[in-house]
């Protein structure tokens, strides 16, 4: 089983657009990062990873030789797997930086499915979340936020109803 972490772009007025543009970062090891790990970073545009990636390539490459035999083998490949393990955990806080949201975390067989999974969950949301109740207060208009499924009219925010009421862990005790 795969798990995908979801990643929203800052919002705009257009929730469709904001629902194409979501990125799912596959948690785990990155194959393309670890076979190509300059060339993976500029095709994300990770241009402040890249830099940190260098300049620690050069360095471990420099102890590495100085240390002679067969270390700057084991060395480079042990630098390579660290490197993919934390790749994508490398996307996901660029894209933060950059003002995405984190939305969620889905896991499926595939891509596919887990994309799938997620929209047939979100889309319910934020379609809830943008109608005002029959019995909420009028307001001038409703500023949809999509990526946590809320809508905001005026002083009230209306958030999508859970599945269940029952409260889990450390939040407060439900009211009754």
Known sequence: MTVYMVMAPPPSRDLASDAEDMVFIKEGFCWPAFFFSAPWLVFRGLWLVLFGYLIAAIVVAGVANVIGGYAPTAVGITFAILFALEANSLRRWTLERRGWDFVGLVA??????????????WAPHVD??????PDAAPAAAATPDARAGVAQTGATTLRPSTPSDAVIGLFPEATR
């Open 108 to 121: 499926g067989e595939n891509r596919d499915t887990c994309e799938a999974r997620f929209f047939a969950k």
């Open 128 to 133: 809830r979340a943008v109608r005002p109740k």
